[in-house]
């Protein structure tokens, strides 16, 4: 079994911060790839960052880049999405995903959390 356990939504207002975390945990044999989506009501998830494991690229979406940094600790199987400078357009429910291979498998596959509110509001 694996779980991702996120932590760290809430409410904060405009232009303030919130620093989310990701930990993987259970028989997680090798990660390739963590990420941060977010989906409203009625709308499809989208992608707000990633990185990869082997070479630590990341990826921002553009309505995020220079406000939102995706980091990972290895030793933690856990990553982090610190969103400063947070719009009101920045609510929504935020889950964590871990593109990982089981000691199990011999393949890599998709695992998601359980997602985390966070909701900027004056």
């Known amino acids: 079994q694996v779980q991702l356990v996120e932590s760290g939504g809430g409410l904060v207002q405009p232009g303030g911060s919130l620093r989310l975390s990701c930990a993987g945990s259970?028989?997680?044999?090798?990660?390739?790839?963590m990420g941060w989506y977010r989906q409203t009501p009625g709308k499809q998830r989208t992608m707000v960052a990633s990185i990869t494991t082997n070479d630590g690229d990341t990826y921002y979406a553009d309505s995020v880049k220079g406000r939102f940094t995706i980091s990972r600790d290895d030793t933690k199987n856990t990553v982090y999405l610190q969103m400063n400078n947070l719009k009101p357009e920045d609510t929504a429910v935020y889950y964590c995903?871990?593109?990982?291979?089981?000691?199990?498998?011999?393949?890599?596959?998709?695992?998601w959390g359980q997602g985390t509110q966070v909701t900027v509001s004056s």
């Open positions: 259970g028989s997680i044999f090798s990660i390739n790839a």
């Open positions: 995903n871990f593109n990982l291979r089981r000691g199990s498998d011999d393949y890599f596959r998709s695992y």
